[in-house]
Structure formats: C-alpha cells, structure tokens
C-alpha cells in the first residue's frame, strides 16, 4: 500500500512568514500528538530577496547589513543549521517535517537529501553528498541542507536549490572574501557553485523547479503526494511564531557578540571552522560565543561558552575551565588545546581594538580556508 504524504506549495515568502510556516508544520508530530498527520513535504520560494543565516551564526559575520537595507534584502535566522544563504524566485527551498526517527542527524540529513537527489537526476544532474550538509555537482555546490529536532521529537529537514543565482548580488549583500578579489570574484565563486540552469543549459525559475523535485521525493520514498493548504491551527502557529521569533531581533541577532572590545580567531575541524567572538572588559571576557555552520552546537562548546563568561583571559584558567567543559573528551575531534589557542587568540585581538569589525573568511558559497 502507498503511503500519502501532504504537499504544500507557496510563493513569495516574507523571510519571517517563510520561516514561520516551516516550524508551524512541526507541531503535529511532537510525541504528544493525538493524531498525526501524514508527513509533510513543503516547496516554495521566499521574496525576493532574503538573506537566511544558519541557527548558529553570527549575523553581522555573514551578511552585509548596510547592503541589505539599501537592496531591500530581507534578513531572517533559520531553526536549521548550516551556512548564510541567499534565497528568492531563483531558489527553490524545501521543508520535510515529520516524527524524528531514532538516527543520527548527520545521518537523517543524508537520508531526505536522497529525495533531491532522485529529482536533479530526473534533468540528468547526478547530484552526490558532500561533508556535512551540501549536495554538488562534479565538486559544486547545487544544494544546502539543514536539519532541526525540537525537544517534541518532531524534524525538520531543510534545502535551499539553486535553479539560478545572480552571483554580483550574492556578492554585494553576503560577507564573502571572493567580493574582495574585485573582478575575478564573479569567477571565483562561479568555480565553487553550481546551478540547475547552469547544469541543464536550460533556463530554470525555482516554480520551475519544484514538480521535478516532488517527482524525486516520490520515486525515492515509494510515497503520492497529495497537495494541501496549511490547516488552521498550523496557521495561527505560524501566525505566533512570525510574530514572536522569526520578526523579532532577539531571535535574529541571538548570537551577536556584545558591543565591547571585541576579537575573533577561528580554529579547524573534520566539520568545518569554527569561529570563536570575544567581547573583552578590562582583561575579564564578558562573553563568548562559538560560531559555525553547526546543524547543532555541540553541547560542550556550550558548556564552554557559559563558563568562560566574567573569567579573566589567563591561559592557566582558560585551559581548565575548557578540559572541563569537554569532560576529558574531544570535541568535534579536536584537542582541547586548539580551542584554548583560539580563545586565547582572539582575546589578544580584543585587548588591542575596540568594536572591531567581525573577521569572516568564508560563507556557504565560498567556505573559509585555512
């Protein structure tokens, strides 16, 4: 017997709504619900143009505010991790949300991304995975994907597909070292992405787009889709959440360092670099925060980031307070040690400038190198 899943469409989302909507979809899989619905594959397209930043991002790091406000670029923080992305009618964006199977995230990540895959392959594009959280195409990227569990036990997978992307603007408004390359940037992140229209020789809008990949996700998971319109309680949800979070600059400057002397230094790891911002008063750190395309922020870094606040910037006391936070165990499988360098790094960087400026070196299209 086939099973049914719900199909949404929409076009034009408000960064915020967009947002919104894909979280209001979770409320009815958390392990509390009465009745489940069947799960739901959600394909739209935001307004263009927004500017969405990953859960554990750090605004000002990847995007150009200043260039936002003067394009009219909105600006939104996902529930899902990975990278800084651009989205509008050129980027189709994809929402699953059902129960969270008992599997890893990396794991679950791979598992719906196979959904897009079947579907780029329906226009001959052999898509494959890479590292964490991106799709390529003979070694660019095509698609970004994110994952977020709620503590209901309800998942949302999320994609952003690039049909097409008008790199000069993705360059005016996100904070990308290529855009200091002058004329050879357009070329330089032309070498690292990659699009459906690029990939086809075909013209293609992210409307375009979606049958194929509705297509995909049936012939993957064996499933019909049957279109649907969100229900009324997902619609106040959604209604709330808008309001409430996704508009609100708590939620979007969340992980914003404090406005103080400020330094960051960046260390490497198997997932990728992560970034560490230190607001410095008078040689005590005020805060610290660890900033990365995570799909989830390691529980000891968070550990380290509450432990380290209104300590004074002493390696001594530094290196304890960080093996502590790590529990004997490596983080991200690193040493304790390479994270106490780059805390100890950017403190110097802080003692010695005041508001200083957030040092990025990579963004989703073009990541940091080292």
Known sequence: MIEHWRLLQHDGAEAARGLAVDE??????????????APSLRLYTYATHCALVGRYQNVEAEVDLAACERTGTQVGRRPTGGGAIIMGESQLGVAFVSRAPAERPKDLIKTYAK?????????????????????EVGGRKIAGLGLYLDEHGALLFHSSILADLDIEFMLEVLRIPA???????????????????????????????RSVIAVGFEKEFGVSLFSVDLTDTETKRADVLERTRYSDPGWVFQRSPSPDRQGTAAFK?????????????????????????????????????????????DPERVSAIVETA??????????SEKIVQAVLEAGE?????????????????????G
Request: with cysteine; glycine share 10%.
């Open 349 to 369: 960087r802080a003692s010695t400038r005041d508001l200083a400026h957030p040092d990025r070196q990579g963004s989703c299209y073009f990541p940091e190198v």
């Open 269 to 313: 790891t198997p997932e990728g670099f992560v970034r560490v911002h230190i607001a410095l008063e008078n040689g005590v750190i005020k805060s610290v925060l660890f900033t990365g395309d995570f799909n989830e922020l390691p529980e000891a870094l968070v550990r380290a980031e509450s432990a380290l606040r209104w300590v004074r910037l």
């Open 179 to 209: 855009a200091k390359l002058g004329d050879k940037a357009i070329d330089a992140v032309s070498d690292r992405v990659t699009t459906v229209t690029r990939e086809t020789g075909v013209s293609y809008s992210a409307t375009e787009l």
């Open 115 to 135: 959904g897009i895959v079947r579907g780029l392959a329906e226009l001959g594009i052999e898509a494959t995975f890479r590292g964490k959280n991106d799709l």
């Open 326 to 335: 790590l529990g004997g165990d490596e983080v991200l499988q690193i040493s």
């Open 24 to 37: 209001a979809l979770m409320s009815g899989y958390g392990r509390g619900s009465t009745s489940m619905p």
